[in-house]
């Protein structure tokens, strides 16, 4: 089945920048992957930790990266949007304009968000909504389903989706197998309720961590209806766009 305008919001597809990618036939390769899977956009999100290099250092490489994929693309092959899974740190709302903005994806005020993988607390609700509200940053939490199982107190967590932000989950979340039918349903019931708004692939490879879309969106179609995608590109296109979010 094929599907228009959808974009993978999540993937490691750059070469040689992260733990994703290893060089540019791989990326390739993945992209040719994700256009049989009928993905028209892909949002390259290499990791940025603060405490490994600079936000200069970063977008250098990324540029890098990027021209060395860029030099190898066809014009059949999903279109490529530069960005960054920014893990929060406590620096991440006062950097300087230039900088906060280079995080984002290009030409957009969206970042994609890296939680910490810990119970969250008041410094992750204060540190989202100096993001969200003050620096008016389209927050978008990635794969918020990885961090579920660690919230013993959810009232942070609620707290935190009450805030002008958005959700990003994996594809692979809405899988199959016995072990991963309580995910899968708590992720069914985030986007049945309008707490989950899209979807991404967090491809880093061509094997364990391959572009799987299609079976996110297949399982979506299934359980929730053709009009759940069309929400979840729809939305995608405005958060790819300059055009803010209102809630």
Not at 122 to 144: C, G, K, M, N, T
Request: proline share 4%; glycine share 6%; hydrophobic share 40%.
């Amino acid at each position: 089945m094929e599907y228009n305008n959808v974009i993978d919001f999540h993937s490691h597809i750059l070469p040689g920048i992260d733990d994703g990618s290893p060089d540019v036939a791989t990326s390739v390769a993945m992209l040719q992957e994700m256009k049989k899977q009928g993905v028209a956009h892909c949002v390259a999100t290499p990791h940025f930790y603060s405490y490994r290099r600079s936000v200069e250092t970063f977008v250098s490489q990324r540029e890098a990266a990027w021209q060395q994929l860029r030099s190898a693309l066809t014009e059949d092959l999903p279109r490529v949007y530069l960005g960054a899974e920014v893990a929060l740190f406590s620096e991440l709302a006062e950097l300087p304009e230039a900088e906060l903005s280079a995080l984002c994806i290009a030409g957009t005020r969206t970042l994609l968000l890296e939680m910490p993988f810990a119970q969250w607390g008041d410094y992750e609700v204060d540190a989202v909504a100096r993001l969200s509200i003050d620096r008016e940053v389209q927050v978008v939490l990635a794969h918020l389903e990885r961090y579920l199982p660690l919230q013993r107190k959810s009232t942070y967590m609620d707290r935190i989706l009450t805030l002008p932000v958005w959700v990003q989950i994996n594809a692979e979340s809405l899988g199959g197998g016995l072990g991963n039918l309580r995910q899968r349903r708590q992720v069914l019931q985030l986007f049945e309720s309008g707490r989950a708004h899209v979807l991404g692939s967090d491809c880093h490879n061509l094997h364990h961590r391959a572009p799987n879309l299609r079976q996110g969106r297949d399982t979506l179609q299934k359980r929730l209806g053709a009009e759940t995608l069309s929400r979840i590109d729809n939305f995608g296109a405005t958060l790819l766009s300059q055009e803010a979010v209102i809630i």
